[in-house]
């Protein structure tokens, strides 16, 4: 099946290549890695032409047959036109349209980041701190003698990466220094979670490498759609 | 099932709106107080330090900023600190951005800290923005070797060949440092992997907060240090405050990330506060539970 | 942590050992050339003439020894500049300020200053010559006002290598590993029969769509936030060629928002071969498989906003997450979702594991597919994977008793093999 032959024969060679030009650094390898990210940069360049057509279809269709919540849809398409436009045509740029910065300090588009964007996506990001709170209270339950080593594990790390981990052992005196907190949460970060971490790398490692090999050689063409 | 079995069952079932209300006013109480806590340097953190402090000046250091806006609250203090101490070390800055929005936040920098505080730096001799790319971690292979291949020209639009601080070089093997900032992939362990490890070139950064687990185990060979969150920007801000005194004398928004760490103290205590609530109910009513078995 | 083998192979009644594939001779013959290539390289070097002392120079001296030398390993257009410090030279901070490398196209000159280096180094690499030009180099102390000159060093001349004699320790791991994966590979072909250990989270597949379907809610797959050159998403969409062909055979609705238009192309590709294989290609709907967004939060937004308004009864999340895993997994936990998640970013697992019914961890991802399909193609490669491991910890033991033992009783033989360990897994270019 051509279809599937062509991307697999592609596939074996970019890898291929890229495996050979990490122990050969003479040309042609060392030019034909740097060629092959380049041309993955291209092809995921023009795919981003493929996802904003996606995104108009979809929710234009939405729109179009008022479809359950499509409000959404016309805010997402409404938002996606309004940037696009105010990015080519640079309106507000201090340099005119000519000018070489799109997100030049004035411009509409400069506005659209720093005043809708960037809150944003900062408020989302901080979502994480709320759901690190509702998340703990649910899990660290000391259930069993594991559980329990994990609440005390959390309890160490959270005082020990504030000034109250500090305050609390402080007393203590210096011959029992490994019995303060900062000292516990600097040594279960880089002494138990080196080890666990490391252990975890190990594998995924292999596993990339497993993975890689499987694909390279055709074993695994599940990505492709085939058994 | 009684009463106050019934309450604690209420609480144990807390609807997490509640845990979310509690962590909301401890971090918009502390921060109103203001509250600040004297903070005291780690080893990472210090190496980092100690290492842009061993660099002579008009060393190069490049200084890939690989965030976005979503991070920025929590990765800009340490962009600041560190663009401020390359700068009074005399150190030649070299901002280059993976991320789209990267190149944003180098040009928050280049105009909130280097135009303002250090008007006797120029650009293109001084410092200079190299922009963003698109590839990730090819970026960084292809440009260990040959930089002019990717980078024609600076975010600016210049000709990299008029741009005096790039003559004489050609990859960044030349550079004397890479100091990243990094919010996630591609980011610090991809200028490891494809940059310091292969081209010799020394790496330091920092991270958010919770990527930092992920890049201590490269931590000292192939990473001289490691700054995870806000935490570790404080105690630079800490260093940075004692070492260039007159600087920092009566300039405490310098110390953005010092203030942060009064609410993220709290913000702890708050969840400590809940989990010992939700252990409390928890052991209460396994037992209660037992015993009404028993009965 | 599960100390106990992914797969174990059972011996069949064919005992003798495979007949080697041709891909399996191509990939060895290719590592023998290549080690013997080995034996070729060699860089010669040269080394400086005597020193010139230069102004100032009362209390600081010159390097010795410098040596310039064409970089080995490297694709050329690379000198590498060494020298010995001056016994002044403290480091950092001390009486020597640095130096300053000096580069000429004749021994006589003229010279240009093309670098420096601080104090407490001896060695820098000249990255901007060209290949097949003689350079000459000198090296210059610099403390405060005075600097010294050593002798000239060179000829050298930059040229590309056909090996990279750093990377011999990469090459000896991965060409075990690669023997490994395809022996056993040919080994369960014909006729080994392997053993592998239940992975909860993937045996509740089958439960976890059909309580969807049960419930008549929607299956939701999320396959991270990386693009297809992410070998973490491209496990995320082998799995979810499993999943399709499940939910389709239950006749059920899966859903996949996709933050990286290549993903979409490809899990649209994926999911409608499952369907079709499942012989339900009229049941699949393309419309279903969408791209949201590259941006991070925005496509978390996105999602959460799906989630949040469809209720899904199941979500899938299997692929390369940051930040963003935590609030997808509670939100789908707050809408009672089934949830089964599998990632290699070790930073997330936590978040996983906290907020979802079943997690797979790192490699357990990349072991899903070959664990869905129970191709013996594939499972042999998670033998020759589990053997790769275990030839890890028996290194790991190894060193750590050797150099216990080096340590205690002083010999300087087990010292000497521990180093040898120690340099063939670091990574640190020699």
Known sequence: MVRQTIPLMITAIVGFVLVVAYF????????????????????????????????????????????????????????????????????????????????????????????????????????????????????????????????????????????????????LPDSLFFLKIPYLAEKIMTVLNFAGNRAIMIGIALGIISTSLKVIIGIDRSYLGAD | MNGFARFVDAIDKLDRRWVFLGVGLAVVISSMFGLTFPEIPTPMVKAVFDKIESLPAGSRVLLPFDYDPGSEPELQPMADAFVRHCAEKGLKMYFIALWPLGQNMVVGVTSNILEREYPHLRYGYDYMDLGYKSGNEGVVAVILTDLKKLYTTDARGSSIDDIPMLQGISSIRSFDLILNISAGYPGLKEWIQYAGTPGNIPVAGGCTAVQAPLLYPYHPEQLLGLMGGIKAAAEYEALMKDRFADKYRGHEEYLSALRRMGPQTVTHLTIIFFIILGNLTFWYLRRHRAQAKLR | MRPRSLLRVRRSHRTDPPHGSVRFALLFSLSLITTMGCLFCSAPQASAQTP?????????????????????????????????????????????????????????????????????????????????????????????????????????????????????????????????????????????????????????????????????????????????????????????????????????????????????????????????????????????????????????????????????????????????SLILAETGNSIGAIQVAGTAMPAQLPFFVAACDYTLIGEELFAASAYLSGDPKQLGSIKGQDVGKLLGMASIVLGVLISSLGAITGWGVLEKISSWIESFWSTTLA
């Open chain 1, 24 to 171: 050969i650094p003479h040309p042609p390898f060392d030019t034909l890695r740097e060629d092959f990210a380049i041309y993955f940069d291209i092809i995921a360049s023009v795919a981003f032409i493929l996802g904003a057509g996606n995104l108009i279809m979809m929710h234009g269709s939405k729109i179009s047959k008022r479809d359950k919540s499509w409000g959404y849809s016309a805010v997402t398409v409404g938002g996606f036109i309004l940037v696009l436009l105010i990015g080519l045509t640079k309106i507000g740029n201090p340099d005119g349209f000519r000018g070489s910065s799109v997100t030049a300090e004035g411009s509409y588009f400069d506005y659209v980041y720093r005043y809708i964007f960037r809150p944003c996506a900062a408020t989302m990001f901080a979502l994480l701190a709320f759901y690190v709170a509702s998340a703990s209270f649910r899990a660290f339950r000391a259930k069993n003698a594991e559980a329990t080593i994990l609440l005390l594990v959390a309890f160490i790390i959270l005082l020990g990466r504030t000034f109250v981990g500090t305050l609390l052992t402080s007393w």
């Open chain 3, 52 to 324: 010139d002392r230069g102004e100032g120079s009362a209390n600081v001296s010159p390097p010795s020894e410098v040596v310039a030398r064409d970089t080995p390993s490297d694709r050329g257009e690379s000198i590498a500049v060494a020298w010995t410090p001056p016994p002044e030279d403290t480091g950092p901070g001390g009486a020597i300020d640095g130096y300053r490398i000096l580069r000429a196209q004749s021994a006589t000159g003229p010279f240009e200053a093309i670098g420096q280096a601080s104090a407490g180094a001896a060695a820098y690499t000249d990255t901007n010559v060209k290949n097949g030009i003689n350079y000459y180099y000198t090296v210059v102390t610099l403390a405060g006002t005075a600097a010294v000159s050593s002798g000239v060093a060179g000829p050298a001349q930059a040229h590309p290598q056909w090996l990279n004699t750093n990377q011999w320790n990469a090459f000896i791991i991965l060409f075990l590993l690669l023997g490994f994966n395809l022996y056993y590979i040919e080994h369960i072909k014909s006729g080994g029969k392997p053993f592998i250990r239940k992975l909860a989270g993937l045996e509740a597949v089958s439960e976890a769509v059909g309580r969807a379907t049960e419930m008549g809610r929607p299956i939701l797959f999320v396959p991270g936030i990386q693009d297809m050159n992410d070998i973490q998403t491209v496990a995320g969409i082998t799995i979810l060629g499993h999943i399709g062909r499940t939910v389709a055979e239950y006749d059920s609705r899966l859903v996949v928002p996709t933050s990286r238009a290549l993903v979409m192309t490809t899990a649209r590709e994926t999911v409608r071969e499952a369907y079709l294989s499942a012989g339900r290609p009229d049941s699949y709907n393309e419309n279903d498989i969408y791209y949201v967004t590259d941006e991070q939060f925005g496509y978390v937004a996105g999602v959460n906003g799906y989630m949040v308004r469809e209720k899904p009864a199941t979500c899938f999340y299997m692929g390369a997450f940051f930040a963003e």
